[in-house]
Structure formats: C-alpha cells, structure tokens
T-cell receptor, first 115, second 114 residues
Framework: AQSVSQHNHHVILSEAASLELGCNYS??????LFWYVQYPGQHLQLLLK??????LVKGIKGFEAEFIKSKFSFNLRKPSVQWSDTAEYFC?????????????FGGGTRVLVKP | DVKVTQSSRYLVKRTGEKVFLECVQD?????MFWYRQDPGLGLRLIYF???????EKGDIPEGYSVSREKKERFSLILESASTNQTSMYLC?????????????FGSGTQLSVL
C-alpha cells in the first residue's frame, strides 16, 4: 500500500526566508505526485503536480518541487516566502496502477510566515 | 470553475444519530471522494465512487457508508455517529482522465459528535 510522510508538522519562518518542506512516499512503482495547499478559511487547492518528464516542477505562486526517484522524495521549495504563504501544505501520491487511482495524502505541514 | 458544494459548513450531532453529509459537483465529473481531515493525520480516504451507483472502500470505511444515485451527488452516511467521528469531512471530485488529474475540493463540513 502506498503511504506518504511529511517530515515537519509545523514550520515558522520570517518573510523573505527560504522554505523547503520534505515529503517521502513508499511505493515501488510509477507514481504521480502532488502538493496541495489550504489557506486559512479556504478549500484545498492544487499547488503543483508531477506526472512525467522534467523532475523539477514549477507551480503557482513561485513554488517548485523536485522529484528524486532514488530517494522516493518530492520536496516543495520556495526561495522567498511571503506572509500570504501562511497555510497548510499537503503532499499526496497516486500510484498509477493502484485500484481506483486513489490519492494518498501526508499528514500536512502548517506553515506560519511572520511579517 | 468547478464547484463542489457541501451542504453544511458546521454540524453538531449526538452519539447514535444517523448523519447524512451531502456533496454536489457541477462539472459532470465521474469520480467523487470523501475524506476526513484530522490534525497531524492529513486527509484519509473514506470512500470513493467511479461513477453512478459505484462505490469503493477507501482506507478507513468503518462506520461509514455512501450513496451515489445521481452523477452530481455523493452522500456520506454515518449509520450511528460516535465521538471519534468528530472531524472535518471533505468531498472532492475529479475528471476521470487518469491518475494525474487533480481533485477539486469542497469547503468541508466540520462535524462534532457529542
């Protein structure tokens, strides 16, 4: 069965600091990888996804993530955060051959950006 | 824009009650999902549906059932609510383009079982 692990539950940083959120998954086959974000009071929305091709994926709002197959990782990065990046971030994996193409989520990381 | 609407934002129920959570999407998506979101545990899949009248168990189906009589509507049923079912419930839908398609989420229903 596939599983997803996010290393940090809470991250606090100041504006302009760099952000990196770790994500590791366990599944030996081909996967699709996602980062979703939930801003305070809003619904979950897609930040970026990896399907195939270039392992460095760029998403909305200056975020990017790198798929490292050998490390089963899909870490999210942003060089310089803003106060508006305060949110909860979820990594998710979809094993391509899994029944139902169900998406498995990690436990989430709450990010607080101090102004 | 795809709209996924959950009928209630907040619900308070008593232990043993039968609870219905409703979800409607307006984009003709075949796939629909119910997750629960708990702090530190992320989102856990309860049930999903490929299409009308089809349903599959997710990772934590115990204590829940679902109904998909119409394509746009996917209902989650708590047969006899218990306090450990207090949680945020999220509905999502997806176009069945494959594993790379993104999910569209509703705003969630915060259920408290007393």
């Amino acid at each position: 069965a596939q599983s997803v692990s996010q290393h940090n539950h809470h991250v606090i940083l100041s504006e302009a600091a760099s952000l990196e959120l770790g994500c590791n998954y366990s599944y030996g086959g081909t996967v699709n990888l996602f980062w979703y974000v939930q801003y305070p009071g809003q619904h979950l929305q897609l930040l970026l996804k990896y399907f195939s091709g270039d392992p460095l994926v760029k998403g909305i709002k200056g975020f990017e993530a790198e798929f490292i197959k050998s490390k089963f990782s899909f870490n999210l990065r942003k060089p310089s955060v803003q106060w508006s990046d305060t949110a909860e971030y979820f990594c998710a994996v979809n094993a391509r051959k899994a029944a139902g193409n169900k998406l498995t989520f990690g436990g989430g990381t709450r990010v607080l950006v101090k102004p | 824009d795809v709209k996924v609407t959950q009928s209630s934002r907040y619900l308070v129920k008593r232990t043993g009650e039968k609870v219905f959570l409703e979800c409607v999407q307006d984009m003709d998506h075949e796939n629909m999902f119910w997750y629960r979101q708990d702090p530190g545990l992320g989102l856990r899949l309860i049930y999903f549906s490929y299409d009308v009248k089809m349903k599959e168990k997710g990772d934590i189906p115990e204590g829940y059932s679902v109904s998909r009589e119409k394509k746009e509507r996917f209902s989650l049923i708590l047969e006899s609510a218990s306090t450990n079912q207090t949680s945020m419930y999220l509905c999502a839908s997806r176009h069945p383009g494959g594993a790379g398609e993104k999910l569209f989420f509703g705003s969630g229903t915060q259920l408290s079982v007393l």
